[in-house]
């Protein structure tokens, strides 16, 4: 952390005496005040539920600027990474490296990627415990904290070289833990991954192939899943991040702490919004009912939101929503279904919100959620996996958080204080006194 050229002070009306706070200047966004001895100074805690000002860690992977609606992977705009050609394995490396890779590099993190894509046989005795119509987030967070069980030689968090095989090892492995959990929920055997194929390609094969035809790639639709990929890549310290860092500022193994992030990340209001969004479109049905939905939404008292709209950062229109809907055309073109009617009803609902005083006036603007769950309607994933290809997109971020976290030698255990609200001390009433 830099040393603070300036300082913040903290005076009470209640006569405690000020303090004086170093203030640190980040490369770009606010700058933060160091509280780190308000307590010991003062005997106070500051209060932030949601940490709607509190800046957990230093990090110096991803960037949002929530006015602007834009989002810097190590300084490189969405946009470019995800329109200049480069595919999901490149952001990979920029996010767990720092620097985008030249050629040689990419080749060689492409093969080390690939070499480690199949997961230990006795993995699918976790995936045949599960019942078929299990939730495959509830598989994921099962069979991802098991890798944990089988790959013992990587578990040492303080060993560079171990966290960086865990690493490669998690990106690897969790589109074939996804198609698995997807051929087991529809009865199908395993597929195991083809290294000739790209990334992306090869998830659609273990997701789309079965060992009784050929399967042939489409290359739109596996660039349209890249893009989705890259897209959830990242997103600086969301909720589920922030579960994989405090988890493991314990000191847990990375395969337990991704598990955990995957648990936070199944929410409806993070990663179950595409899901929500998709069913939510289902069930308004058709562009005639979206007036009586929208006064539904702005009715506090029913308890309706507009799935897909709305963020804790972006207060403009989510950078990745755009690339979105620009894929979601590309897709129902390439499929033919240009008329898609989710499509069309999402757009016009998309644009009576933009208009609508309620949702400008607050600053809701789409989410990439709003348009990811049709795109993924599309190429043939079920409603009920969107979350687990978030999460298998995010496994990179969480990742390079987590390794980020554990080489900061600021880091120290997650403990949260409280504002204790509960009775004071008390005696235990004897049985017949309460
Ligand atoms: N529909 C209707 N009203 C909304 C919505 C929405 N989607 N989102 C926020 N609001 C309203 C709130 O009711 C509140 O109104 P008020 O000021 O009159 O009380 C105001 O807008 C501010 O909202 P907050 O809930 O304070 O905003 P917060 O930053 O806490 O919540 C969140 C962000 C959770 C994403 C919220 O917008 C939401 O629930 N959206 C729908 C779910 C969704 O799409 N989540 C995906 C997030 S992106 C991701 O995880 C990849």
Same mark, same amino acid.
């Given at each position: 952390?830099?040393?603070?050229?300036?300082?913040?002070?903290?005076?009470?009306?209640?006569?405690?005496?000020?303090?004086?706070?170093?203030?640190?200047?980040?490369?770009?966004?606010?700058?933060?005040?160091?509280?780190?001895?308000?307590?010991?100074?003062?005997?106070?805690?500051?209060?932030?539920?949601?940490?709607?000002?509190?800046?957990?860690?230093?990090?110096?992977?991803?960037?949002?600027?929530?006015?602007?609606?834009?989002?810097?992977?190590?300084?490189?705009?969405?946009?470019?990474?995800?329109?200049?050609?480069?595919?999901?394995?490149?952001?990979?490396?920029?996010?767990?490296?720092?620097?985008?890779?030249?050629?040689?590099?990419?080749?060689?993190?492409?093969?080390?990627?690939?070499?480690?894509?199949?997961?230990?046989?006795?993995?699918?005795?976790?995936?045949?415990?599960?019942?078929?119509?299990?939730?495959?987030?509830?598989?994921?967070?099962? /069979?991802?904290?098991?890798?944990?069980?089988?790959?013992?030689?990587?578990?040492?968090?303080?060993?560079?070289?171990?966290?960086?095989?865990?690493?490669?090892?998690?990106?690897?492995?969790?589109?074939?833990?996804?198609?698995?959990?997807?051929?087991?929920?529809?009865?199908?055997?395993?597929?195991?991954?083809?290294?000739?194929?790209?990334?992306?390609?090869?998830?659609?094969?273990?997701?789309?192939?079965?060992?009784?035809?050929?399967?042939?790639?489409?290359?739109?639709?596996?660039?349209?899943?890249?893009?989705?990929?890259?897209?959830?890549?990242?997103?600086?310290?969301?909720?589920?991040?922030?579960?994989?860092?405090?988890?493991?500022?314990?000191?847990?193994?990375?395969?337990?702490?991704?598990?955990?992030?995957?648990?936070?990340?199944?929410?409806?209001?993070?990663?179950?919004?595409?899901?929500?969004?998709?069913?939510?479109?289902?069930?308004?049905?058709?562009?005639?009912?979206?007036?009586?939905?929208?006064?539904?939404?702005?009715?506090?008292?029913?308890?309706?939101?507009?799935?897909?709209?709305?963020?804790?950062?972006?207060?403009?229109?989510?950078?990745?929503?755009?690339?979105?809907?620009?894929?979601?055309?590309?897709?129902?073109?390439?499929?033919?279904?240009?008329?898609?009617?989710?499509?069309?009803?999402?757009?016009?609902?998309?644009?009576?919100?933009?208009?609508?005083?309620?949702?400008?006036?607050?600053?809701?603007?789409?989410?990439?959620?709003?348009?990811?769950?049709?795109?993924?309607?599309?190429?043939?994933?079920?409603?009920?996996?969107? /979350?687990?290809?978030?999460?298998?997109?995010?496994?990179?971020?969480?990742?390079?958080?987590?390794?980020?976290?554990?080489?900061?030698?600021?880091?120290?255990?997650?403990?949260?204080?409280?504002?204790?609200?509960?009775?004071?001390?008390?005696?235990?009433?004897?049985?017949?006194?309460?």
């Amino acid at each position: 952390m830099t040393n603070s050229e300036t300082k913040a002070t903290l005076s009470f009306s209640d006569g405690s005496p000020s303090i004086e706070m170093p203030i640190y200047k980040g490369s770009i966004g606010p700058d933060v005040i160091d509280i780190r001895k308000l307590y010991g100074a003062t005997g106070k805690f500051t209060y932030d539920p949601g940490f709607m000002s509190t800046a957990a860690c230093n990090s110096s992977i991803t960037y949002i600027d929530g006015d602007k609606g834009e989002l810097l992977y190590r300084g490189y705009p969405i946009e470019q990474l995800a329109q200049n050609g480069g595919d999901f394995l490149e952001s990979c490396y920029l996010l767990l490296n720092g620097e985008l890779p030249n050629a040689e590099q990419k080749e060689k993190f492409v093969e080390t990627v690939t070499k480690h894509t199949m997961v230990h046989e006795q993995m699918q005795f976790f995936f045949r415990g599960f019942r078929r119509d299990a939730h495959p987030m509830s598989v994921l967070v099962g /069979t991802v904290g098991a890798l944990a069980s089988f790959y013992h030689d990587s578990l040492d968090i303080n060993d560079a070289h171990h966290r960086e095989v865990s690493a490669i090892r998690l990106i690897a492995k969790m589109p074939t833990l996804v198609a698995m959990a997807y051929k087991y929920s529809i009865g199908q055997p395993f597929v195991y991954p083809r290294n000739d194929l790209s990334y992306s390609a090869n998830f659609m094969y273990m997701m789309f192939s079965n060992p009784c035809e050929p399967y042939k790639v489409n290359e739109v639709l596996v660039r349209a899943l890249d893009r989705i990929l890259v897209l959830h890549a990242d997103h600086e310290q969301n909720a589920s991040t922030s579960t994989v860092r405090l988890a493991g500022s314990s000191g847990a193994n990375p395969f337990a702490c991704i598990a955990a992030g995957i648990a936070c990340l199944w929410g409806p209001a993070h990663g179950g919004a595409n899901e929500a969004a998709l069913s939510m479109l289902e069930e308004i049905g058709s562009v005639d009912n979206i007036a009586h939905f929208i006064e539904q939404v702005k009715d506090k008292n029913s308890g309706v939101k507009l799935m897909g709209f709305g963020h804790r950062v972006y207060k403009n229109y989510d950078p990745r929503a755009k690339l979105m809907r620009e894929t979601c055309y590309e897709v129902l073109n390439e499929l033919g279904l240009q008329d898609d009617p989710l499509f069309k009803l999402a757009m016009a609902l998309e644009k009576i919100a933009l208009e609508d005083e309620y949702f400008v006036s607050r600053k809701l603007y789409p989410n990439v959620d709003f348009y990811s769950g049709i795109v993924q309607r599309a190429l043939g994933i079920p409603t009920a996996l969107f /979350t687990g290809i978030f999460a298998l997109a995010r496994t990179v971020g969480w990742v390079a958080q987590w390794k980020e976290m554990i080489s900061d030698p600021e880091q120290k255990i997650g403990r949260p204080r409280q504002l204790f609200v509960g009775s004071p001390k008390r005696d235990v009433p004897a049985m017949d006194k309460r």
